[in-house]
C-alpha cells in the first residue's frame, strides 16, 4: 500500500508541475512580447541620442577681408552641415582698413580676419581682437592682371617704370594696393614714392605719391580689390596689381606677371576672435576648423589660398 502512495504522490506533483510549465507559456503572449521589444527599442534610442547630443543654437558675426569672400562663403556652408547648431550672420567683406574702422565705431564680430599683418597690428593695439587668439591663416601672390581679352602677355614689374602702361591699384585702405606701393618703390626709377622715404618692405604703402614719378596721371586707385580687377577686365587701364585669388574670384582678369616676394612685405592674412565677442569659443572653434579641415583646406586652394 504504501508504495501505491508513493506513486500516487509523485504522479499528482508532475501533474502539477506540468500545469505550473503551462500556465507560464501562456503569460508570455505575442502582446506582451512586443510591449517588451518596444521597450528595449525606446532604451537603445535613448542611449543613441544620450551618445549624439546637439549643442545650444550659436550665430557667428565674422568681419572678412574682401579676397576671402566667395571661399568665406563656401567653407561657412560645409561647417554648417557638419555643425547644424551654428548659423552665420551676414558676413561683413570690406577692405581690411575698413573693417577696423566698423569696430572702432561700435560694430560687433566674433572674428576678424585681415589681409595683412598690419590692420591686424592696429586690431590689437586698439583692443578690438583677443591678441592670445591671434594666428596667421593664410598666404597669397602679389600680381600683375589684365583683362582676359588683352592682347598683353607679359608685363613685368620694371616694365610699369617705362611710363607706358595706365595701372589700377587699391588706395591706401586695401592692403593689396599697399603691397602694390611698396614694391612700387624698388622700381628704376621709383614709380611711388613713400613719405617718409621709405622703399619695399620697409614702408607701409599706405602714404605717398605717384607725382614726380613715371606713373604720374596714369593711376587709378579702387576702393577695393574687385574694383581695381574690374579695372583691367573693363579695359579702362591696361593692367592691375591685385593678388592671385582674385584672378579665381573675380574672373575676367589673367595674370602677366607675378610680383617678386622680396619687393614687398609677405602678404599674409591673420585671424583673431574679437575682444568683444559673446561666442568666444564658438568662434575659436570654427577657426581652428576652418585651418585644419581637410575640405574646408581644399577649398581655400581652390581659390587661390595657401595656409601660413
Same mark, same amino acid.
Request: with cysteine.
Given at each position: 500500500?504504501?508504495?501505491?502512495?508513493?506513486?500516487?504522490?509523485?504522479?499528482?506533483?508532475?501533474?502539477?508541475?506540468?500545469?505550473?510549465?503551462?500556465?507560464? $507559456?501562456? @503569460?508570455?503572449?505575442?502582446?506582451? =512580447?512586443?510591449? &517588451? /521589444?518596444?521597450?528595449?527599442?525606446?532604451?537603445? %534610442? !535613448?542611449?543613441?541620442?544620450?551618445?549624439?547630443?546637439?549643442?545650444?543654437?550659436?550665430?557667428?558675426?565674422?568681419?572678412? $577681408?574682401? @579676397?576671402?569672400?566667395?571661399?568665406? =562663403?563656401?567653407? &561657412? /556652408?560645409?561647417?554648417?552641415?557638419?555643425?547644424? %547648431? !551654428?548659423?552665420?550672420?551676414?558676413?561683413?567683406?570690406?577692405?581690411?582698413?575698413?573693417?577696423?574702422?566698423?569696430?572702432?565705431?561700435?560694430?560687433?564680430?566674433?572674428?576678424?580676419?585681415?589681409?595683412?599683418?598690419?590692420?591686424?597690428?592696429?586690431?590689437? %593695439?586698439?583692443?578690438?581682437?583677443?591678441?592670445?587668439?591671434?594666428?596667421?591663416?593664410?598666404?597669397?601672390?602679389?600680381?600683375?592682371?589684365?583683362?582676359?581679352?588683352?592682347?598683353?602677355?607679359?608685363?613685368?614689374?620694371?616694365?610699369?617704370?617705362?611710363?607706358?602702361?595706365?595701372?589700377?591699384?587699391?588706395?591706401?585702405?586695401?592692403?593689396?594696393?599697399?603691397?602694390?606701393?611698396?614694391?612700387?618703390?624698388?622700381?628704376?626709377?621709383?614709380?611711388?614714392?613713400?613719405?617718409?622715404?621709405?622703399?619695399?618692405?620697409?614702408?607701409?604703402?599706405?602714404?605717398?605719391?605717384?607725382?614726380?614719378?613715371?606713373?604720374?596721371?596714369?593711376?587709378?586707385?579702387?576702393?577695393?580689390?574687385?574694383?581695381?580687377?574690374?579695372?583691367?577686365?573693363?579695359?579702362?587701364?591696361?593692367?592691375?596689381?591685385?593678388?592671385?585669388?582674385?584672378?579665381?574670384?573675380?574672373?575676367?582678369?589673367?595674370?602677366?606677371?607675378?610680383?617678386?616676394?622680396?619687393?614687398?612685405?609677405?602678404?599674409?592674412?591673420?585671424?583673431?576672435?574679437?575682444?568683444?565677442?559673446?561666442?568666444?569659443?564658438?568662434?575659436?572653434?570654427?577657426?581652428?576648423?576652418?585651418?585644419?579641415?581637410?575640405?574646408?583646406?581644399?577649398?581655400?586652394?581652390?581659390?587661390?589660398?595657401?595656409?601660413?
Amino acid at each position: 500500500m504504501k508504495s501505491s502512495k508513493h506513486i500516487l504522490i509523485a504522479a499528482l506533483c508532475a501533474l502539477g508541475l506540468m500545469g505550473v510549465l503551462a500556465l507560464s $507559456a501562456c @503569460s508570455s503572449t505575442p502582446e506582451a =512580447d512586443s510591449e &517588451q /521589444a518596444s521597450v528595449e527599442e525606446t532604451e537603445t %534610442e !535613448v542611449e543613441v541620442e544620450a551618445e549624439e547630443p546637439v549643442g545650444e543654437p550659436v550665430e557667428l558675426q565674422i568681419f572678412a $577681408a574682401n @579676397s576671402l569672400s566667395k571661399a568665406m =562663403d563656401e567653407v &561657412q /556652408a560645409l561647417y554648417t552641415t557638419e555643425h547644424p %547648431e !551654428v548659423a552665420f550672420a551676414d558676413t561683413q567683406y570690406e577692405a581690411s582698413g575698413a573693417l577696423n574702422e566698423m569696430l572702432n565705431g561700435g560694430a560687433y564680430a566674433d572674428i576678424l580676419i585681415t589681409a595683412s599683418k598690419s590692420t591686424m597690428d592696429t586690431a590689437v %593695439e586698439e583692443g578690438y581682437v583677443d591678441a592670445t587668439t591671434r594666428f596667421d591663416m593664410f598666404t597669397n601672390d602679389l600680381v600683375i592682371v589684365a583683362g582676359a581679352d588683352s592682347a598683353l602677355d607679359s608685363v613685368e614689374l620694371e616694365d610699369l617704370a617705362s611710363g607706358n602702361y595706365t595701372l589700377a591699384v587699391g588706395d591706401a585702405s586695401v592692403p593689396a594696393g599697399n603691397y602694390a606701393k611698396q614694391s612700387l618703390t624698388t622700381t628704376d626709377p621709383q614709380c611711388w614714392i613713400s613719405a617718409d622715404g621709405a622703399i619695399g618692405k620697409d614702408c607701409s604703402g599706405q602714404e605717398g605719391t605717384f607725382e614726380g614719378t613715371p606713373l604720374e596721371g596714369l593711376v587709378t586707385e579702387g576702393s577695393s580689390v574687385g574694383n581695381v580687377c574690374s579695372y583691367a577686365n573693363s579695359g579702362d587701364v591696361d593692367v592691375a596689381m591685385v593678388y592671385s585669388s582674385d584672378v579665381y574670384r573675380f574672373g575676367g582678369v589673367k595674370i602677366v606677371s607675378v610680383v617678386a616676394d622680396d619687393t614687398h612685405k609677405a602678404i599674409v592674412y591673420p585671424a583673431a576672435v574679437c575682444a568683444d565677442s559673446e561666442q568666444a569659443q564658438a568662434a575659436s572653434e570654427f577657426l581652428e576648423w576652418a585651418f585644419t579641415n581637410e575640405d574646408a583646406v581644399k577649398i581655400w586652394q581652390e581659390w587661390g589660398f595657401e595656409l601660413a
